[in-house]
């Protein structure tokens, strides 16, 4: 039985009443479906302190990651061949523990770091068979497996974190701090971003980039708490603010869901309005002060594996968005407070639902009385 705390599993797909909540001791919006959520100042997994850049970022939601994903013990080999497109072929031969299941990451002896399980091709289902492996790390790993024991690891607190990624504070680029109810302050220069990839932001772990990757047909949820401190430049050019790139490369206009300081066509996910579930953004004008919550919801989008890339928040110039010379000097400042993500498919809630109750708990947290109410910062100068 999964390790929820209160809650009570029965053999049910989806939830049976998403009017009601769960009973939850991790937090009220989880449920089986919830792949991420960070949140700096949450009850069960805070963030201590300033956390340094390459530090781990608790994944709230790792227990919900790591039942989805499952785990496997199994004899196979790998083709000789380059990692990074479907097509890859692993074959199993006997099944010692558990299923394999799309979006597992393996380990073993000559195994790359990072080789996932994409699609099965052929076999029982979960067992011995034919499987697409791919890379979660780099589209030009090469290597040769021969027959050999390979694990499916289990997600765990440690493989579904997150990482801050990023260039370190320095004067010129960027000043951090932690807010007094616990929000991380990450104010980003407007005029000393001169240099590529300056940025910070905060990478999902490879475990739950691996499942949307497995998984690009299914539905999802996407939203985050932020407060802006100051404005980005009101540019084409500005930096997103949160990015999941899981699918189709060549351009911004193809990443899985893209927000950016305003509504605008890098919102849109693959194959633009028709994937859109629903977009909700509680300032009305998101380039301006203040505490924000925006969601996105997405529907089946597809597409070839091309690269992954799963950002819950971001500010400055990185992956797509680089080059300082056209995205430079333009990011927004803000407090970051918390990020989810949902499968709405494994879960079997609707957007509209999951959306109602995440921005009640928003206006509960910032209402009167909330914990993250009447916070204060120092304001950017750089």
Do not use: C
Request: avoid cysteine; proline fraction near 5%.
């Amino acid at each position: 039985m999964p390790d929820y705390g209160l809650d009570i599993a029965v053999p049910y797909t989806g939830d049976p009443d998403p009017t009601l909540p769960w009973a939850d001791d991790d937090d009220a919006l989880l449920v089986p479906g919830s792949i991420m959520l960070v949140d700096f100042a949450h009850s069960s997994s805070p963030v201590s302190g300033l956390p340094a850049i390459g530090s781990s970022i608790p994944n709230i939601a790792w227990k919900r990651l790591r039942d989805a994903v499952g785990s496997a013990v199994f004899t196979g080999r790998i083709d000789n061949g380059t990692v990074g497109t479907a097509g890859n072929l692993m074959t199993v031969t006997a099944i010692a523990a558990g299923k394999i299941m799309p979006g597992q990451v393996l380990t073993g002896t000559n195994v790359a770091t990072g080789v996932m399980v994409l699609s099965q091709v052929s076999g029982t289902t979960g067992g011995p068979g034919v499987y697409n492996v791919v890379s979660t790390t780099s589209s030009s790993v090469t290597f040769n497996v021969t027959t050999t024991t390979i694990t499916a690891n289990p997600v765990d607190a440690t493989s579904g974190a997150f990482t801050l990624l990023g260039s370190n504070d320095n004067s010129q680029a960027f000043a951090r701090e932690r807010t007094p109810k616990g929000g991380l302050h990450v104010a980003a220069s407007q005029t000393n971003q001169g240099t590529d990839n300056q940025y910070n932001s905060i990478d999902s772990s490879r475990a739950a980039k691996a499942w949307l990757l497995a998984n690009p047909s299914h539905s999802y949820y996407f939203s985050f708490w932020d407060t802006v401190t100051k404005p980005a430049v009101d540019t084409g050019n500005t930096p997103p603010q949160m990015v999941f790139n899981t699918l189709l490369g060549g351009g911004t206009s193809n990443y899985f869901t893209v927000m950016n300081f305003k509504d605008t066509v890098n919102n849109l996910p693959v194959s633009g309005n028709a994937n859109r579930l629903g977009y909700v953004d509680s300032q009305g004008t998101p380039n301006s002060l203040g505490n924000r919550f925006r969601n996105m919801g997405i529907n089946q989008a597809t597409g070839a594996f091309s690269g992954l890339l799963g950002a819950a928040f971001i500010a400055g110039q990185t992956g797509a968005w680089s080059q300082a010379a056209t995205y430079g000097n333009k990011s927004a400042s803000r407090i970051w407070y918390r990020a989810y993500v949902e499968d709405l498919t494994l879960s079997g809630r609707t957007y509209a639902d999951v959306s109602s109750q995440d921005q009640a708990l928003w206006a509960a947290a910032f209402g009167a009385g909330g914990r993250y109410n009447g916070d204060t910062y120092t304001a950017p100068t750089i």
